[in-house]
């Protein structure tokens, strides 16, 4: 299984910073951390909540997942003629197992944010406006795809999302199938490009869930109005 790497050299160099004296005298190294693990979490929970309904990907032309490239071509080409309804429910279905991921991916922040240390935080206040995010991304990004491949896949093949594709294949112009047009060589099988697809519909998911996260984190340090707690104003007031 392909999985991407995320490079997160924002992160990587702002955990390496200090706060200069000055700063710290605003606020004890204890509240640096309690207030970005109460940032994160509170960031991570609305991010998380508001995906996990119905629709949370689909509806949401910010987050909404599409298929690959090419196999949105072969979509919009079937669409005029009425005939696009399997590559349709292919992308619903990737849509909802992103939302159906949520929750668990959720008590995965948590548990990360949980473990933020005093020095992780302190550089982390110093950070800009998504350095919290960048953060996490960076702590949490092996264990949310291990989560969201398996849903994914599991999702595509039980609703027939998969078979979907194969069904299609008559109705294409040339002899040329719906699965030759996902292949990139000649030498790619069945199985590799379900894992194509589902590596498509994971890295996206996770686009989805930082984009919010990221979203929240910038709200919370720009907006006092989103401070809602004393330390959280303490913090980044």
Avoid: C
């Amino acid at each position: 299984m392909l999985r991407r790497q995320f490079l997160v050299s924002g992160a990587a160099s702002t955990l390496a910073l200090s706060m200069s004296g000055s700063a710290l005298a605003q606020f004890g190294q204890s509240d640096a951390r309690t207030g970005i693990r109460e940032a994160l979490s509170l960031a991570a929970r609305l991010a998380t909540e508001r995906l996990g309904q119905r629709d949370g990907f689909f509806g949401d032309d910010h987050v909404h997942i599409p298929l690959p490239r090419s196999v949105a071509r072969v979509q919009s080409s079937l669409r005029r003629v009425g005939l696009s309804g399997s590559i349709d429910d292919l992308e619903l279905r990737i849509n909802r197992a992103a939302e159906a991921s949520m929750p668990a991916a959720r008590r995965i922040f948590l548990d990360t944010i949980r473990s933020i240390t005093v020095s992780d935080a302190i550089s982390i206040v110093r950070g800009g406006d998504t350095s919290a995010t960048d953060y996490l991304r960076y702590r949490t990004n092996d264990r949310l795809t291990g989560l969201l491949y398996p849903r994914m896949e599991e999702t595509l093949s039980a609703s027939g999302a998969y078979r979907a594709v194969e069904a299609v294949e008559p109705h294409l112009d040339q002899g040329r199938s719906v699965l030759s047009l996902f292949v990139l060589s000649s030498n790619r099988t069945a199985e590799s490009l379900r894992d194509s697809v589902t590596d498509h519909a994971v890295e996206k998911a996770l686009d989805g869930v930082f984009y919010y996260i990221g979203r929240e984190e910038r709200a919370i340090r720009r907006d006092p109005v989103r401070r809602t707690t004393d330390i959280l104003r303490r913090v980044f007031g």
